[in-house]
């Protein structure tokens, strides 16, 4: 397990010098905006495990369910098979790696109607440099016809969203797409995320 406090600097340099770019919706096509690229950050890791049960039985914190759509940019039809892959610090704040299972990692794929579901707890805020940053899950959403997306997913009410985000203006935490509200459903927090894709300049 590394210490997110041992590499805060690599996060911040990244975050600042990030090109953060989102597609603007347009009142004449119709079209939605696809989701806003964010900061990647130094803890992605590829090759988790496919799986939709984020967090083990065992682990501790609040527990989430987080569902949504993936869908194309006239905000309807879906896309099937995307990867979504999913990475999160622990109710501490702690991040984990391979030697620990890829814990709190993991990867799906959408089904037939663009639909993923996922389980986890609610992650912890963490300190970098003199403050802190929201509680947020990582996503990083690919598929071979549309452009990859790597976003943030931040909740509702957080007293350390922007302009309180230890982060800075480039993790863009006040993107109010990417702020969810949960609900309590009988002890489980439960939210959802849409995310729309753009198509890549390959595709047909």
Known sequence: ???????????LVVSASINVTGLSASA???????????????YYLPGA?????IAGPDEQGERVVLKGAVR??????????ALIEVWQTDAGGEYYYQDTG???R??????????????TVKPGRYRIMNGFRPAHIHLKISHPDYKTVITQLYFKGDPYLWPNDACGSGCKSNDPRRIIALDDEKGVLTGTFDITLHPSSTSR
């Open 1 to 11: 397990m590394l210490s997110i406090r041992n590499i805060t600097i690599i996060l």
């Open 28 to 42: 004449e096509t119709g079209k939605c905006e696809a989701t806003m690229n964010d900061v990647e950050g130094p």
């Open 49 to 53: 495990p496919f799986r939709n049960q």
């Open 72 to 81: 194309q940019t006239d905000c309807k039809s879906p896309i099937k098979d």
């Open 102 to 104: 890829f814990r709190l």
């Open 106 to 119: 993991g990867q799906m794929k959408t089904d037939r109607n663009g639909y993923y579901e996922l389980s």
